[in-house]
């Protein structure tokens, strides 16, 4: 977490996977702990309760910022450009949520390309090696235990 908005420099596999599986515990974690503090408070769980919907939003969205900035380092890593790290957010995701468009048909078939789209993005950066020796984002990860 010490590169928690460093969105410079380079970042090697073993780091971005482990910050992507400690990301996803601590989501899930998160979200149970939200739901039976709901249910201890409220006396009965509802997803669509505005309290567990702005709670968990919040907590997402301060979770998704070194994932951000990792997958940003990653794409250095193997000398693209971070802005390709767009490809891997869901805009049409959040534009479904503030027009409130229903999702079928068409539309259900975006958001879920655009959730493949991220999802391909992120096992090719988890097995693609980076660029040997130094590239116009800096020199390469040290390697420890030839793991990057």
């Not at 249910?39 to 997803?47: L, N, S, V, W």
Request: hydrophobic share 45%; aromatic share 14%.
């Amino acid at each position: 977490m010490k590169k928690y908005f460093t969105f410079k420099g380079r970042a090697g596999r073993k780091e971005y996977i482990l910050l992507n599986i400690c990301t996803g515990l601590v989501a899930i974690v998160v979200t149970v702990v939200t739901i039976v503090v709901i249910i201890y408070i409220e006396g009965k769980f509802d997803k669509n309760s505005p309290f567990f919907i702005t709670l968990l939003s919040a907590i997402m969205i301060i979770l998704s910022i070194p994932c951000i900035a990792a997958t940003v380092r990653r794409l250095h890593d193997i000398d693209y450009s971070g802005w390709w790290a767009l490809l891997q957010w869901s805009y049409i995701g959040i534009i479904t949520l503030i027009f409130n468009i229903d999702q079928s048909g068409w539309w259900y078939f975006l958001t879920e390309a655009e959730y493949y789209i991220g999802l391909a993005m992120t096992l090719i950066l988890s097995f693609k090696k980076g660029t040997p020796g130094a590239n116009r984002y800096g020199e390469p990860v040290v390697k420890k235990n030839n793991s990057n």
